[in-house]
C-alpha cells in the first residue's frame, strides 16, 4: 500500500477514526465546511504551499482561489512571510518535491531481517534471520518535500513550512521532537537525491486572529530536527508495521465498524467523527448531509517509485 506519515499518524491514534478519513467510500470522508469560513483548514494550507512554491520558484503557476475570503488571507499570509524572511533563498534544489519510495522488505513475522531471493520461480522472499517467507515489495512510502536547499557546507537540507490556527498546539518544539515525519524524509530524500541529508526544518506560519486584528507571525527561528541512524531505522520499521496493521485490518473489518481509541473522541475538541460514531445509530443520513469526499492532497499522478 502507499503510506505516508499522515496516514501512519491517523492509525495510532485511533483505527475507527483513519478508516473514515482514508477508507469510507473509497476515498475517505471529511466534514463539509461550515458556512461562515466556507474552506478547511486543508484548503487554507493547501494554497498558502502553493504561494510559497510560486514565491520560492519565481513564477505563477496556480489560479487564485475560487473562494475570495481564503484567497485574501492567503494573500495576508504571504507579505507577512515574505517580511518576516526578506532575504531569498540562494541555492534552492526542489520546491514542492512529491515522492514515492519503495519501503524495505522486512519479515513481516520478526521485523528484523530482510527478505532475500530465493533460488526458486516462487515470486517470495525469505527472511534472512527466521526463514519466514513473504510477498516482496508489500509497501511504498509517499509524501511532498516543501523545500530543499544546499547549505553552507554543500550538505543537503529539508525545509518543512506548517501551517497552523492561533493557539494551536499541535506544532510545538516537543511534539516535533518526538515525530517521525523528520526521520522518514530525511530516508527519502537519501534515496531521491543519492547523497547524505543533513537536517530537517520546521517553519511554522501561524494564521491571523479569527477578526483579523491579529496578524499572522512567526517562531523566533525554525526548529532544527536532527536525527541519527538508528531512529532513522526505527521510523522505517514502524511504519512498515502500521502499513501491514493497515492491510489486515482492511481484509478483516472491511467496510464495518474498525476497532477505535474511545479516550480520543473529545480531547481539544471533538473528533471529525464524533457524530457518526456514537453506538446505536445508523451514519448514513449525518454521512451524507454533513460530509463529503475527502479530497486528495497529494498529487502524485505520473510520479515513478523509486526502489
Known amino acids: 500500500m502507499e503510506i505516508d506519515n499522515s496516514k501512519a499518524s491517523c492509525f495510532r491514534e485511533c483505527n475507527w477514526k483513519y478508516y473514515e478519513q482514508y477508507e469510507r467510500n ?61 532575504e531569498a533563498v540562494k541555492d534552492i534544489v526542489d520546491v514542492e518535491r512529491t515522492f514515492k519510495v519503495e519501503l524495505p522488505d522486512l519479515c513481516p513475522e520478526c521485523y528484523v531481517g530482510h527478505g532475500v531471493e530465493k533460488m526458486d520461480s516462487l515470486p517470495m522472499v525469505v527472511c534472512d534471520v527466521c526463514g519466514h517467507m513473504f510477498l516482496p515489495g508489500r509497501h511504498v512510502l509517499i509524501g511532498k518535500i516543501d523545500l530543499v536547499v544546499r547549505n553552507g557546507e554543500g550538505t543537503l537540507d529539508i525545509w518543512d513550512h506548517k501551517t497552523e490556527k492561533r493557539g494551536a498546539k499541535s506544532n510545538l518544539p ?32 501561524t494564521r491571523q486572529s479569527e477578526k483579523g486584528q491579529v496578524g499572522p507571525s512567526f517562531p523566533a527561528e525554525q526548529q532544527k530536527l536532527e536525527r541519527n541512524q538508528r531512529a532513522i ?16 485490518y482492511k481484509k478483516i473489518f472491511k467496510d464495518e465498524e474498525w476497532p477505535s481509541n474511545r479516550e480520543m473522541c473529545y480531547g481539544w475538541g471533538y473528533c471529525p467523527y464524533y457524530q457518526i460514531h456514537r453506538y446505536g445509530e445508523d451514519p448514513s443520513l449525518i454521512i451524507e448531509n454533513r460530509y463529503q469526499a475527502k479530497k486528495e492532497y497529494l498529487q502524485l499522478g505520473g510520479v515513478d517509485i523509486i526502489q
Open 233 to 248: 531505522d526505527i521510523a522505517i520499521r514502524d511504519i512498515v508495521v502500521v502499513a501491514d496493521e493497515i492491510e489486515r
Open 26 to 86: 473509497g476515498t475517505g470522508i471529511e466534514p463539509i465546511p461550515h458556512e461562515g469560513e466556507g474552506y478547511s483548514s486543508l484548503d487554507y494550507g493547501g494554497r498558502v504551499h502553493e504561494r510559497l512554491e510560486e514565491y520560492y520558484k519565481g513564477i505563477m503557476k496556480y489560479p487564485p482561489h475560487a473562494n475570495e475570503v481564503l484567497e485574501i488571507e492567503s494573500e495576508i499570509m504571504m507579505q507577512a512571510y515574505q517580511a518576516r524572511y526578506p
Open 174 to 205: 516537543q511534539k516535533w521532537g518526538a515525530r517521525d515525519q523528520a526521520s522518514l524524509y530525511l530516508w527519502a530524500a537519501e534515496r531521491i537525491y543519492k547523497e547524505p541529508i543533513g537536517n530537517f526544518y520546521v517553519n511554522v506560519l
